[in-house]
């Protein structure tokens, strides 16, 4: 239907115009971004977009859980809709409960130190991380055969040679010394008995233990006897006690004296008349730096013929079980 072009018509309008061909011309309109010269279909076109943003198709749903009544949610106002959420007094308290456990659950771990009776292990504390290191501590010998030296140690004619043989060691740290324990020396000599050398003086070996202890035999000088004598020794150290102290040891000393060389006994054959036979043993109580434990064996030889040999020191550690 159109409208009669007279100023009596009900729709009121004399002359209809598109809305393309109406524009705007003022200031910007900044709110639509419109600037001035924009026709009419554009603003609206504007206008309806914010509206739509507004009121959208679908609406936007809101949901809050309600926790036993200890959050409350109460809306105030139309245009803009204000929702204010709030929390109960006995949830903040709980909320305060538990940062003061945290904090002094950081303040315990901070204060930890660490300690440990493991030999090789270290730790140190970073803040909350706790750092340990394990070095594992070098084995100890736990007894058994220390030393065994069984070299011909020959002393040639007219010579006092000291020592022939020697150990020593930190037998604490070495082997970890206990009281009871059995430190066990055994070893051989071969000794001339014509003294006629140029010495001027008698043939002699010893065993000597931190110069507080000597096993020793003496041939005198003037002694015409043409014989070569072989020697064996056992000496058994008990340690009573580790440090270095007075009496500390108890020493136990063995020596036999047979006549001839090494080849003088055939097995299974009866011994001869002839052949001499000496044992003798000693055993007294002295002091034993332990930590210091030296053992050595010296030969004087004054034979212008023959010459002496230190053939063997075997040192043997019996520990505890």
Not at 66 to 75: A, E, K, R, S, Y
Not at 118 to 145: A, D, E, F, K, R
């Amino acid at each position: 239907m159109s409208c009669p072009n007279t100023p009596i018509d009900p729709c009121g309008c004399q002359l209809q115009l598109d809305t393309k061909c109406i524009f705007y011309n003022s200031d910007t309109l900044s709110c639509l971004d419109v600037q001035s010269n924009t026709d009419l279909e554009t603003i609206l076109k504007k206008i309806d977009e914010i509206i739509c943003d507004l009121n959208p198709d679908t609406p936007i749903v809101y949901t809050v859980r309600n926790l036993d009544g200890t959050i409350t949610v109460t809306p105030t106002g139309t245009n803009p809709k204000v929702f204010t959420i709030g929390i109960s007094t006995a949830v903040l308290t709980r909320i305060t409960n538990l940062e003061f456990v945290t904090t002094t659950l950081n303040n315990f771990i901070n204060g930890l130190s660490f300690a440990t009776t493991t030999v090789g292990m270290t730790g140190s504390w970073t803040g909350n991380t706790l750092t340990v290191n394990y070095t594992p501590p070098t084995p100890q010998v736990t007894g058994g055969i220390i030393y065994n030296n069984f070299d011909e140690d020959v002393v040639a004619i007219n010579t006092a040679t000291d020592p022939v043989k020697s150990f020593t060691s930190d037998l604490i740290a070495d082997y970890d010394l206990q009281i009871g324990e059995v430190i066990k020396l055994k070893g051989t000599f071969q000794l001339s008995s014509r003294v006629d050398g140029s010495l001027g003086t008698d043939s002699e070996f010893s065993v000597d233990v931190n110069g507080v202890y000597k096993l020793s035999n003496v041939l005198y000088q003037n002694s015409d006897l043409r014989t070569v004598f072989s020697y064996d020794y056992e000496i058994d150290i008990t340690v009573v006690d580790t440090d270095n102290v007075a009496k500390n040891a108890v020493i136990n000393g063995k020596l036999r004296r047979t006549t001839g060389a090494n080849d003088w006994y055939n097995p299974n054959s009866q011994v001869a008349t002839s052949v001499l036979e000496v044992a003798c043993s000693i055993s007294y109580y002295t002091q034993i730096d332990w930590e210091n434990f030296e053992v050595t064996t010296a030969i004087t030889n004054n034979s212008a013929n023959d010459t002496a040999k230190n053939n063997q020191l075997y040192i043997e550690l019996i520990k505890l079980k």
